[in-house]
Protein backbone atom coordinates (compact mmCIF):
# COMPACT_ATOMS: atom_id res chain seq x y z
CA UNK A 1 0.00 0.00 0.00
CA UNK A 2 1.35 3.66 -1.17
CA UNK A 3 2.14 6.05 1.96
CA UNK A 4 0.27 8.79 1.24
CA UNK A 5 2.46 11.47 0.55
CA UNK A 6 2.77 14.53 3.01
CA UNK A 7 2.60 18.32 1.28
CA UNK A 8 6.26 19.80 2.25
CA UNK A 9 5.56 23.43 3.68
CA UNK A 10 7.29 26.20 2.30
CA UNK A 11 10.23 27.05 4.09
CA UNK A 12 10.11 30.82 4.84
CA UNK A 13 12.66 33.05 2.93
CA UNK A 14 15.31 34.04 4.99
CA UNK A 15 16.85 37.14 2.62
CA UNK A 16 14.89 40.11 3.86
CA UNK A 17 14.10 42.70 1.23
CA UNK A 18 16.25 45.49 1.76
CA UNK A 19 20.12 44.85 0.65
CA UNK A 20 21.24 45.90 3.94
CA UNK A 21 24.71 45.14 5.32
CA UNK A 22 24.23 42.21 6.92
CA UNK A 23 22.64 40.90 3.60
CA UNK A 24 25.87 42.28 1.56
CA UNK A 25 28.04 40.67 4.36
CA UNK A 26 26.62 37.16 3.95
CA UNK A 27 26.41 37.34 0.82
CA UNK A 28 30.54 37.89 0.51
CA UNK A 29 31.64 35.78 3.47
CA UNK A 30 32.97 32.82 1.46
CA UNK A 31 34.76 35.31 -0.21
CA UNK A 32 36.14 38.04 2.45
CA UNK A 33 39.42 36.43 2.26
CA UNK A 34 40.18 37.32 -1.14
CA UNK A 35 38.39 40.56 -1.46
CA UNK A 36 40.59 42.29 2.16
CA UNK A 37 42.28 44.40 -0.72
CA UNK A 38 38.80 45.89 -1.77
CA UNK A 39 36.39 45.87 0.80
CA UNK A 40 35.95 46.78 4.53
CA UNK A 41 32.65 45.71 6.17
CA UNK A 42 31.67 46.36 9.75
CA UNK A 43 28.03 47.02 11.89
CA UNK A 44 28.14 50.52 10.44
CA UNK A 45 30.22 51.22 7.43
CA UNK A 46 31.55 49.76 4.33
CA UNK A 47 34.43 51.12 2.11
CA UNK A 48 34.69 49.89 -1.12
CA UNK A 49 38.38 50.43 -3.06
CA UNK A 50 38.36 49.80 -6.58
CA UNK A 51 37.09 45.83 -7.14
CA UNK A 52 33.47 45.54 -8.55
CA UNK A 53 33.23 42.46 -7.24
CA UNK A 54 30.31 42.70 -4.99
CA UNK A 55 27.83 44.01 -8.38
CA UNK A 56 28.54 40.42 -9.93
CA UNK A 57 27.13 39.01 -6.29
CA UNK A 58 24.53 41.19 -6.27
CA UNK A 59 23.63 41.29 -9.77
CA UNK A 60 23.13 37.35 -9.01
CA UNK A 61 20.36 37.97 -6.43
CA UNK A 62 17.76 39.19 -9.17
CA UNK A 63 17.22 43.17 -8.34
CA UNK A 64 14.98 45.28 -7.66
CA UNK A 65 16.55 45.94 -4.14
CA UNK A 66 16.08 48.54 -1.99
CA UNK A 67 18.08 49.96 0.40
CA UNK A 68 18.08 51.58 4.15
CA UNK A 69 21.68 53.57 4.18
CA UNK A 70 23.56 56.17 2.81
CA UNK A 71 26.29 55.44 -0.10
CA UNK A 72 28.75 58.07 -1.94
CA UNK A 73 31.07 57.02 -4.73
CA UNK A 74 32.96 57.53 -7.50
CA UNK A 75 33.61 55.68 -10.65
CA UNK A 76 37.45 56.37 -11.43
CA UNK A 77 36.78 53.90 -14.14
CA UNK A 78 34.71 51.87 -16.60
CA UNK A 79 30.82 52.45 -16.79
CA UNK A 80 27.96 51.11 -14.76
CA UNK A 81 24.27 50.79 -16.08
CA UNK A 82 20.72 50.25 -13.68
CA UNK A 83 17.77 51.93 -12.25
CA UNK A 84 17.55 54.24 -9.59
CA UNK A 85 14.65 55.08 -7.94
CA UNK A 86 12.24 54.41 -11.57
CA UNK A 87 14.90 56.17 -13.78
CA UNK A 88 17.64 54.12 -15.67
CA UNK A 89 20.88 56.00 -15.32
CA UNK A 90 24.21 55.13 -17.49
CA UNK A 91 26.92 56.31 -15.20
CA UNK A 92 30.85 56.51 -16.51
CA UNK A 93 34.03 57.64 -15.02
CA UNK A 94 34.48 60.62 -13.29
CA UNK A 95 30.89 60.45 -11.75
CA UNK A 96 29.89 60.84 -7.86
CA UNK A 97 26.88 59.27 -6.71
CA UNK A 98 24.85 59.51 -3.55
CA UNK A 99 21.96 57.14 -2.95
CA UNK A 100 20.08 57.51 0.22
CA UNK A 101 17.87 55.55 2.10
CA UNK A 102 14.97 54.35 0.72
CA UNK A 103 15.78 54.41 -2.57
CA UNK A 104 14.85 51.40 -5.32
CA UNK A 105 18.30 50.24 -7.31
CA UNK A 106 18.34 47.73 -9.77
CA UNK A 107 21.92 47.00 -11.11
CA UNK A 108 21.81 46.13 -15.04
CA UNK A 109 25.41 45.93 -16.24
CA UNK A 110 28.55 47.14 -16.03
CA UNK A 111 31.98 47.25 -17.87
CA UNK A 112 34.71 44.38 -17.24
CA UNK A 113 36.85 47.63 -16.70
CA UNK A 114 34.81 49.05 -13.71
CA UNK A 115 36.31 50.70 -11.36
CA UNK A 116 34.49 52.22 -8.14
CA UNK A 117 35.47 54.10 -4.97
CA UNK A 118 33.09 54.61 -2.64
CA UNK A 119 31.64 54.59 1.35
CA UNK A 120 27.98 52.86 3.03
CA UNK A 121 26.81 54.03 5.65
CA UNK A 122 24.51 51.94 8.00
CA UNK A 123 21.70 53.03 10.09
CA UNK A 124 23.58 52.25 12.46
CA UNK A 125 26.35 54.67 11.70
CA UNK A 126 26.20 57.55 14.35
CA UNK A 127 25.82 60.63 11.54
CA UNK A 128 28.24 63.50 12.17
CA UNK A 129 25.60 66.22 12.13
CA UNK A 130 22.53 66.68 14.17
CA UNK A 131 19.44 65.74 12.23
CA UNK A 132 18.50 69.51 11.54
CA UNK A 133 21.68 70.13 10.55
CA UNK A 134 22.53 67.58 7.46
CA UNK A 135 23.75 69.18 4.26
CA UNK A 136 20.87 70.14 2.20
CA UNK A 137 21.77 67.03 -0.28
CA UNK A 138 21.26 64.37 2.84
CA UNK A 139 18.90 65.97 4.64
CA UNK A 140 15.88 63.69 2.96
CA UNK A 141 14.42 66.00 0.26
CA UNK A 142 17.06 64.45 -1.95
CA UNK A 143 16.77 60.31 -2.68
CA UNK A 144 19.81 60.31 -4.71
CA UNK A 145 21.88 62.82 -7.36
CA UNK A 146 24.87 62.21 -9.42
CA UNK A 147 27.46 64.18 -10.90
CA UNK A 148 30.06 64.72 -13.75
CA UNK A 149 33.23 66.01 -11.31
CA UNK A 150 36.18 67.71 -12.34
CA UNK A 151 39.67 66.14 -11.74
CA UNK A 152 40.12 67.74 -8.79
CA UNK A 153 37.21 66.98 -7.13
CA UNK A 154 37.51 63.67 -8.01
CA UNK A 155 41.11 63.80 -6.37
CA UNK A 156 39.98 64.98 -3.46
CA UNK A 157 37.05 62.47 -2.84
CA UNK A 158 39.46 59.80 -3.33
CA UNK A 159 41.90 61.12 -1.05
CA UNK A 160 38.66 61.46 2.05
CA UNK A 161 38.33 57.42 0.99
CA UNK A 162 41.72 56.72 0.95
CA UNK A 163 42.16 58.32 4.58
CA UNK A 164 39.14 56.44 5.67
CA UNK A 165 40.22 52.94 4.07
CA UNK A 166 43.70 53.60 6.38
CA UNK A 167 41.71 54.41 9.38
CA UNK A 168 39.55 51.51 9.34
CA UNK A 169 42.64 49.18 9.23
CA UNK A 170 44.25 50.42 12.15
CA UNK A 171 43.45 48.83 15.46
CA UNK A 172 40.91 50.05 17.55
CA UNK A 173 40.69 52.65 15.24
CA UNK A 174 39.48 56.27 16.44
CA UNK A 175 35.76 56.85 15.91
CA UNK A 176 35.45 60.51 16.59
CA UNK A 177 38.19 61.02 13.39
CA UNK A 178 36.22 58.67 11.24
CA UNK A 179 32.78 60.79 11.92
CA UNK A 180 35.66 63.97 11.00
CA UNK A 181 36.50 61.88 7.67
CA UNK A 182 32.66 60.88 7.17
CA UNK A 183 31.41 64.90 7.49
CA UNK A 184 34.27 66.10 5.50
CA UNK A 185 33.24 63.72 2.49
CA UNK A 186 29.65 64.67 2.87
CA UNK A 187 30.49 68.42 2.88
CA UNK A 188 32.61 67.98 -0.18
CA UNK A 189 29.72 65.97 -2.37
CA UNK A 190 26.70 69.19 -0.93
CA UNK A 191 29.03 71.85 -2.41
CA UNK A 192 29.27 69.87 -5.95
CA UNK A 193 25.39 68.87 -5.80
CA UNK A 194 24.79 72.65 -4.99
CA UNK A 195 26.93 74.10 -7.89
CA UNK A 196 25.24 71.37 -10.26
CA UNK A 197 21.51 72.23 -9.09
CA UNK A 198 22.30 76.22 -9.26
CA UNK A 199 23.70 75.60 -13.04
CA UNK A 200 20.93 73.27 -13.84
CA UNK A 201 18.35 75.60 -12.24
CA UNK A 202 19.32 78.14 -15.13
CA UNK A 203 19.26 75.77 -18.08
CA UNK A 204 16.41 73.54 -17.54
CA UNK A 205 12.95 74.08 -18.29
CA UNK A 206 10.14 74.85 -16.08
CA UNK A 207 8.37 71.28 -17.03
CA UNK A 208 11.65 69.37 -17.05
CA UNK A 209 11.53 70.93 -12.82
CA UNK A 210 7.78 70.09 -12.36
CA UNK A 211 8.50 66.05 -13.75
CA UNK A 212 11.60 65.96 -11.59
CA UNK A 213 9.78 66.92 -8.40
CA UNK A 214 6.67 64.49 -10.14
CA UNK A 215 9.19 61.78 -9.97
CA UNK A 216 10.02 62.20 -6.43
CA UNK A 217 6.79 62.45 -4.90
CA UNK A 218 5.94 59.09 -7.34
CA UNK A 219 8.42 57.86 -5.54
CA UNK A 220 7.20 58.45 -1.88
CA UNK A 221 3.75 57.57 -2.75
CA UNK A 222 2.91 55.75 -5.55
CA UNK A 223 2.28 52.55 -2.97
CA UNK A 224 0.04 54.29 -1.29
CA UNK A 225 -1.84 56.89 -4.19
CA UNK A 226 -2.43 55.07 -7.52
CA UNK A 227 -4.16 57.97 -8.84
CA UNK A 228 -2.90 61.27 -10.99
CA UNK A 229 -5.26 63.56 -9.17
CA UNK A 230 -3.02 62.81 -6.06
CA UNK A 231 0.30 64.38 -7.68
CA UNK A 232 -1.65 67.25 -9.40
CA UNK A 233 -2.77 67.95 -6.25
CA UNK A 234 0.11 67.91 -4.42
CA UNK A 235 1.92 70.38 -6.94
CA UNK A 236 -1.33 72.43 -7.28
CA UNK A 237 -1.55 71.65 -10.94
CA UNK A 238 -4.58 70.67 -13.02
CA UNK A 239 -4.13 66.68 -13.60
CA UNK A 240 -4.45 67.46 -17.39
CA UNK A 241 -1.31 69.99 -17.33
CA UNK A 242 0.73 67.46 -15.46
CA UNK A 243 -0.01 64.50 -17.77
CA UNK A 244 0.72 66.84 -20.90
CA UNK A 245 3.96 67.87 -18.94
CA UNK A 246 5.06 64.42 -18.21
CA UNK A 247 4.53 63.03 -21.52
CA UNK A 248 6.15 65.79 -23.29
CA UNK A 249 9.05 65.53 -20.89
CA UNK A 250 9.69 62.16 -20.54
CA UNK A 251 7.75 60.23 -23.75
CA UNK A 252 6.01 58.72 -21.19
CA UNK A 253 2.88 58.92 -19.59
CA UNK A 254 2.45 59.77 -16.04
CA UNK A 255 0.63 56.72 -14.94
CA UNK A 256 3.06 54.96 -16.39
CA UNK A 257 5.51 56.46 -13.78
CA UNK A 258 3.09 55.22 -11.22
CA UNK A 259 2.33 51.86 -12.23
CA UNK A 260 6.47 51.49 -12.82
CA UNK A 261 7.07 52.55 -8.74
CA UNK A 262 4.03 50.66 -7.56
CA UNK A 263 5.16 47.00 -9.75
CA UNK A 264 8.89 47.49 -8.75
CA UNK A 265 8.04 47.93 -5.04
CA UNK A 266 5.85 44.30 -5.51
CA UNK A 267 8.29 43.02 -7.16
CA UNK A 268 10.66 43.77 -4.24
CA UNK A 269 8.41 42.44 -1.62
CA UNK A 270 7.63 39.00 -3.81
CA UNK A 271 11.16 38.75 -4.30
CA UNK A 272 12.56 39.17 -0.80
CA UNK A 273 9.51 38.49 1.97
CA UNK A 274 6.87 35.82 2.29
CA UNK A 275 3.87 38.13 2.16
CA UNK A 276 0.93 37.01 0.43
CA UNK A 277 -0.68 38.61 -2.27
CA UNK A 278 -3.50 38.92 -0.02
CA UNK A 279 -1.10 41.00 2.27
CA UNK A 280 0.49 43.05 -0.47
CA UNK A 281 -3.03 43.87 -1.87
CA UNK A 282 -3.92 45.50 1.76
CA UNK A 283 -0.51 47.31 1.95
CA UNK A 284 -0.20 48.47 -1.56
CA UNK A 285 -3.65 50.17 -0.99
CA UNK A 286 -5.37 47.98 -3.88
CA UNK A 287 -9.26 46.99 -3.37
CA UNK A 288 -8.88 43.18 -3.00
CA UNK A 289 -6.24 40.49 -3.76
CA UNK A 290 -7.88 39.58 -7.65
CA UNK A 291 -7.55 43.44 -8.91
CA UNK A 292 -3.95 43.44 -7.37
CA UNK A 293 -3.35 40.08 -8.51
CA UNK A 294 -4.86 41.19 -12.22
CA UNK A 295 -3.14 44.40 -12.29
CA UNK A 296 0.47 42.70 -11.54
CA UNK A 297 -0.11 40.08 -14.66
CA UNK A 298 -1.20 43.23 -17.35
CA UNK A 299 1.85 44.86 -16.26
CA UNK A 300 4.33 42.18 -16.03
CA UNK A 301 3.15 38.96 -18.10
CA UNK A 302 3.11 37.29 -14.88
CA UNK A 303 0.84 36.66 -11.67
CA UNK A 304 2.40 37.59 -8.42
CA UNK A 305 2.15 33.94 -7.44
CA UNK A 306 4.49 32.78 -11.33
CA UNK A 307 7.10 35.81 -10.61
CA UNK A 308 7.62 34.46 -6.95
CA UNK A 309 8.39 30.61 -8.51
CA UNK A 310 9.98 32.09 -11.05
CA UNK A 311 12.94 33.73 -8.33
Known sequence: MNTPSVPQQRQPKQAPKL???????????????????HIFFNSELAV???????????????????????????????EIRGSINLVEKHLSAGSLIFIGPGSIISPISFSPDLEIHGIGLSANFPM?????????????????????????????????????????HQPDYN?????????????????????HTSRLQSTLSHEQTLFDRFIYLVNQSATEHHQLSYYAQRMCLTERYLGTVVRQVSGTTAKSWIDRA???????????????????????????????????????????????SAG
Open 262 to 308: IIARAKIELRHTDKSAAQLSEEMNFPNPSFFSKYFRRLTGQTPLEYR
Open 175 to 195: RQTLSALVAAQMHHYNGLYLQ
Open 19 to 37: MTFSRIRSLLEHHIRQLRE
Open 48 to 78: LHGDPFIFRVILQQKPPFSIDDHRLGIITRG
Open 128 to 168: PFAADQLPTAFNGQVRDFQLPASEADITTALSIIDTIWHIV
